[in-house]
């Protein structure tokens, strides 16, 4: 037992010593002007599977990353999208050719998480120059109803930032694609996720061919 328990120490210090390899992404304000009026947004959403090789510019992340869940109201720390009880229980991660990173709204930021290309995790046809992971950590509800109820509770709030990224997609011109598809059980091991840190829906992002 005590050797599996050291085991499992040394890949964890391994797995933060190359995510400390990486630098955070420190994203530009958000161009709160961009995009279309939200009718013909709705009007042109759609999922899309071709993508081009181009990646996102810094300014796409920035804005992609705020209309997703960032905070819109900084005296209340609130964000662009609602939650359960207001708990903001969903975590966004970015993968890219480069690592995986968390999106930490307050300093609005990617901070890495691992080092390399593990989009492979999202299945082959989601290799897009960039795909975002959401997940809720359910412990966040405490222990406030039954526990069905809180993973439905973090699937609904899962399904506003989805929404939120399909629409800010459409808005302005790029592609995307809700998969809840994935190698679930890899995706914890990498993020080191805990059991109650759920993996629920992942999206393709990139420029449309």
Known sequence: MKK????????????SLSAQQLSPIKLNAPNKNRGEVIMKALDNRKSTSDYTEQTL?????????WAAHGINRPEEGKRTTGSAMNRQDVMVYAFTTE???????KAHELQPVATGDHRKLFGERSMTPMII?????????GEVGSPELRKEWGAIDVGL????IALFCSG??????????????GIKALL??????????????????
């Open 172 to 185: 302005v011109g790029l592609g995307t694609k809700p998969r809840a598809s994935m190698d679930r059980e």
């Open 99 to 105: 690592g995986a990173y968390i999106y930490d709204a």
């Open 57 to 65: 510019s810094l300014q796409d992340m920035s804005d992609l990353f």
């Open 161 to 164: 930032v989805s929404q939120n």
């Open 133 to 141: 992971l959401l997940v809720s950590d359910v412990a966040k509800f």
């Open 4 to 15: 599996v328990s050291f085991i499992l120490t040394a890949l964890l210090f391994a797995v």
């Open 192 to 209: 080191n996720l805990t059991d109650l840190q759920l993996p629920m829906l992942n999206h393709a992002i990139g420029h449309i061919k």
